[in-house]
């Protein structure tokens, strides 16, 4: 449990976040959500893994994309933070304030998810029209920029045009917004096939700090992405991952999605915060330390 006595200026589904004036400090906690309900129950480790891997992301990707990260070192936590420096060692990271676009860059390599049930009806995801005879989880043609808007916490994120989009950020914008995503995308692909590992779609953040688009808030973690493991992809059905869909196929089975979701069983807690590890140990190639 989050053991920190210093209210949050702002809390999201799994981050708080506190205002140092021109820096933040995002605490990412165990929290876990679905369906657009943050459970009761929390995953051990995973705010870690979602802080780790972001920081090993945003360093691999230096000189793809500039980033928020200050430091995550808990040497450098403000003064009134080192009393809990214990929780906070791993999952913290300080970052510079920028001012975030309001809308989810999300980009598709592989047919899923919400994409899927809209080729089903339409033949298009976010109304990019797609080639004929797709299956599930069949690999794209190409990457695809799909945006949606920034729900608030209970709300559901809605997808969203291209068009769209350059509506609420302008056109400028939405084209480096696009050519962004899909060059981070294709970065961290490349590397995570090289570890046995394909991420099938994953949704990214940006903010404005001067002149300069920067990528913020988490980055290609379990939580925002879909990860499979390669040696075990076959198109036609759904694959088995290391994010939190293992969550999300146990509600459905046992949850009407009406009403307050019930308690995950302590096998399911354990299993996820296990592919969570399997996740950063296998894209970073470290042992996690806990």
């Not at 679905?34 to 945003?58: H, M, N, R």
Request: overall charge negative; hydrophobic content about 35%.
């Amino acid at each position: 449990m989050n053991p920190i006595t210093i209210a949050p200026d702002a809390q999201g589904k799994v981050r708080d976040l506190y205002d140092l004036g021109d820096r933040l400090l995002l605490v990412a906690t165990d929290r876990i959500s679905a369906f657009d309900y943050i459970l009761e129950d929390e995953i051990p480790a995973k705010g870690i893994v979602l802080t780790q891997l972001s920081c090993f992301w945003f360093e691999l990707l230096d000189g793809v994309v500039q980033n928020h990260l200050i430091s995550s070192d808990v040497a450098d936590l403000p003064e009134q933070f080192k009393p809990f420096s214990d929780y906070l060692r791993g999952r913290f990271m300080l970052v510079r304030k920028a001012d975030m676009f309001p809308v989810e860059c999300i980009v598709r390599g592989y047919l899923a998810g919400s994409g899927l049930k809209e080729y089903r009806r339409e033949g298009t995801v976010c109304g990019i029209q797609l080639p004929e005879g797709l299956q599930n989880s069949s690999q794209l043609p190409e990457p695809i920029f799909t945006p949606s808007t920034k729900a608030e916490i209970g709300g559901h994120d809605e997808n969203i045009s291209f068009d769209r989009c350059a509506q609420l950020v302008g056109q400028r914008d939405a084209e480096a917004l696009r050519d962004l995503s899909l060059k981070v995308y294709a970065t961290a692909r490349d590397h995570a096939a090289d570890r046995g590992i394909i991420i099938a779609d994953t949704k990214f953040e940006f903010g404005r700090l001067g002149d300069d688009i920067i990528l913020a808030d988490e980055v290609l973690t379990p939580d925002s992405s879909r990860f499979w493991p390669g040696d075990q992809y076959e198109p036609g059905r759904d694959q088995a991952s290391f994010d939190k869909q293992f969550v999300r196929d146990w509600l459905t089975a046992h949850w009407d999605k009406q009403g307050t979701p019930p308690h995950l069983p302590p096998d399911v807690i354990q299993k996820t915060s296990q592919k969570y590890i399997q996740a950063y140990e296998k894209i970073t190639g470290r042992p996690f330390e806990f």
